[in-house]
Each structure stands twice: as C-alpha cells, then as structure tokens.
C-alpha cells in the first residue's frame, strides 16, 4: 500500500486569498490516475479555521429544473 500524502497547510492573513495559492490537483480513487477532468484543491488556516477552495472542470451544465427556486431533490 503506499504512502499517503502529507499536505502542508499554510496560515493565511486577514486579507490572503486560497487563490493566490498553489493548489494540488485530486486523482482518480479507484486507479490512482488523473482524472479526465482536473480538480484543484486550495487550503489554508485563517484564525483557526481550515479553509478549502475546489475548483473543478466539467464537460456542461445539464439543467431540467426551470422554474425559479425549483425543489432540487
């Protein structure tokens, strides 16, 4: 079985943003691979708190909802 990684979470400033960080991309969790389709992982500590930014890519947006504030499930 090997290693899990080991993330260093930086402590952010009042006014430092996770986007000026460098992110960590997830892989695929049954190969191990990247995925077809990235996602970028952001933390930091600002004040005690872990604070996560997910940015991720997909092929489309599918909607069926078409009313204004729809039920979702």
């Known amino acids: 079985m090997p290693d899990l990684p080991e993330i260093v979470v930086p402590a952010l400033g009042p ?3 996770l986007v ?6 997830l892989s695929d969790a049954r190969t191990g ?3 077809r389709l990235k996602t970028a ?4 500590l600002r ?9 991720g890519r997909d092929d489309g947006i599918v909607a069926s909802l078409t009313e204004r504030d729809g039920p979702l499930w």
């Not at 992982?41 to 930091?44: D, E, N, S």
């Open 47 to 55: 004040s005690g708190v872990l604070c996560v930014r997910f940015d």
């Open 15 to 17: 006014t430092d943003r």
């Open 41 to 44: 992982v952001r933390l930091g």
């Open 20 to 25: 000026e960080l460098a992110p960590f991309f």
């Open 33 to 35: 691979r990247a995925p």
